[in-house]
């Protein structure tokens, strides 16, 4: 005869579910900076990471580009173009394609979270049918047993 399971075995209980139910996504425990160079940094970051940012610094290049024109030293021309222009302008549209990026990642964990919550929560339910039907299906095994103990012996 197969092994019966657990008497009172309940899947709702077991700490593993139960510690998972009422968690929240990372990002809504996340406390956020918490020294005044976490706070310094995250605020800088913040404000070179704007498009505004990036046309400043477009605009800040322009005042060195007429002298090394002048010049007229390719050198010098391909030395302002990577290490002024190029260092300066993308940095800020850089950032800007990284926040839109982390947002993107944050809706997709936070979708995922939901996901995973409510496949637990199916979890659950269909464990709590099983267990019913278990209960059951002991009782209707008991009830067999009862009746070959009361059967008498046709040999």
Do not use: C
Request: proline share 5%; hydrophobic share 45%.
């Amino acid at each position: 005869m197969a092994e019966r399971p657990k008497e009172g075995f309940d899947y709702v209980q077991h700490p593993h579910i139960e510690a998972r139910k009422d968690r929240k996504p990372a990002a809504d425990v996340d406390g956020g900076p918490k020294s005044l160079n976490e706070k310094l940094g995250l605020g800088i970051t913040k404000r070179v990471g704007t498009m505004w940012a990036a046309y400043a610094f477009f605009a800040l290049t322009l005042v060195s580009l007429p002298s090394v024109i002048m010049k007229g030293d390719p050198v010098q021309i391909v030395a302002w173009i990577a290490q002024t222009f190029l260092q300066l302008v993308l940095l800020p549209i850089i950032i800007v394609g990284q926040n839109i990026q982390a947002a993107s990642a944050e809706k997709r964990a936070i979708l995922t979270y939901e996901d995973a919550a409510a496949v637990l929560e199916e979890a659950i339910k269909i464990q709590k049918h099983l267990d019913h039907q278990d209960k059951y299906l002991e009782h209707l095994v008991d009830r067999l047993e009862k009746l070959e103990a009361n059967k008498p012996n046709s040999k």
